[in-house]
C-alpha cells in the first residue's frame, strides 16, 4: 500500500534557523508530491508542488523542496525560518488517476521568537 | 471571494443524531473530495466526487453518505453518530485529477464534536 513518512513530529527551532522536514514516500510508479501548512486554526493551504521538470522546487514563503527519486524523498526546506513559520506541516503524494492525496502523519513546527 | 467554503464551522452533538455538513466551490472545478482529520492531525480521504459521479470511496463506514447535487456541490451525510466521529472533515476541489494542474484546494473545514 502507498504510503508517506515524516520523520520528525515536532520540531523547535529558534527563529532564523534553517529548517529541514523529511518525507518518504513508497510508491514506486509516477507521483506527484505536494506540502501543504495549516496555520493555527486555519485550513491547508499549499506551500509547493512537483509534477516534474526540475527537482528543486521553489515555493510561497521561501520554501523549497528537492525530489530525490532514488531516496524516494522529496524533503523541505526552509533557510531561515520566522516565528510566523509556526505552523503544522503536510507532505502529500498523488497517484493513479483519482486524485487521491495519500498525507503523512505531519510536522509541527514551532518557532521561538 | 471564497474558494471553497464549508458549513457549519462548529458542529457539536448528541451520539446517535444524523448530521449534515456541506460544501461549495467557486473554482470551476470538476472535482471535490472529503477528507478527516483525526484528534492526531492525520488526513485521510474519504470520498471523491468527478462531475457528479463517485471516484473514491475509502473504507469509510456506511453511516457516511456524500451527495453531489452539481459539480460545484458535495455534502456530507452522518447517519447515527459515533463519539469516534469527532474529527475536522475538509473538503476539497481540484481540476480533473488527471490533469497536471490537479493541485487540490481545501476549505476551512468543519469541527465535528459527538458527546
Known amino acids: 500500500a502507498q504510503s508517506v513518512s515524516q520523520h520528525n513530529h515536532h520540531v523547535i527551532l529558534s527563529e532564523a534557523a534553517s529548517l529541514e522536514l523529511g518525507c518518504n514516500y513508497s510508491?514506486?510508479?509516477?507521483?506527484?508530491l505536494f506540502w501543504y501548512v495549516q496555520y493555527p486554526g486555519q485550513h491547508l493551504q499549499l506551500l509547493l508542488k512537483y509534477f516534474s521538470g526540475d527537482p528543486l522546487v521553489k515555493g510561497i514563503k521561501g520554501f523549497e523542496a528537492e525530489f530525490i527519486k532514488s531516496k524516494f524523498s522529496f524533503n523541505l526546506r526552509k533557510p531561515s525560518v520566522q516565528w510566523s513559520d509556526t505552523a503544522e506541516y503536510f507532505c502529500?503524494?498523488?497517484?493513479?488517476?483519482?486524485?487521491?492525496?495519500?498525507f503523512g502523519q505531519g510536522t509541527t513546527l514551532q518557532v521561538k521568537p | 471571494d471564497t474558494a471553497v467554503s464549508q458549513t457549519p464551522k462548529y458542529l457539536v452533538t448528541q451520539m446517535g443524531n444524523d448530521k449534515s455538513i456541506k460544501c461549495e466551490q467557486n473554482l470551476g472545478h470538476d472535482t471535490m473530495y472529503w477528507y478527516k482529520q483525526d484528534s492526531k492531525k492525520f488526513l485521510k480521504i474519504m470520498f471523491s466526487y468527478n462531475n457528479k459521479e463517485l471516484i473514491i470511496n475509502e473504507t469509510v463506514p456506511n453511516r457516511f453518505s456524500p451527495k453531489s447535487p452539481d459539480k460545484a456541490h458535495l455534502n456530507l451525510h452522518i447517519n447515527s453518530l459515533e463519539l469516534g466521529d469527532s474529527a475536522v472533515y475538509f473538503c476539497?476541489?481540484?481540476?480533473?485529477?488527471?490533469?497536471?494542474?490537479?493541485?487540490?484546494?481545501f476549505g476551512p473545514g468543519t469541527r465535528l464534536l459527538v458527546l
Open positions: 510508491y514506486g510508479g509516477t507521483v506527484n
Open positions: 502529500a503524494v498523488r497517484s493513479g488517476n483519482t486524485g487521491k492525496l495519500i
Open positions: 476539497a476541489s481540484s481540476q480533473d485529477p488527471r490533469a497536471v494542474m490537479g493541485t487540490q484546494y
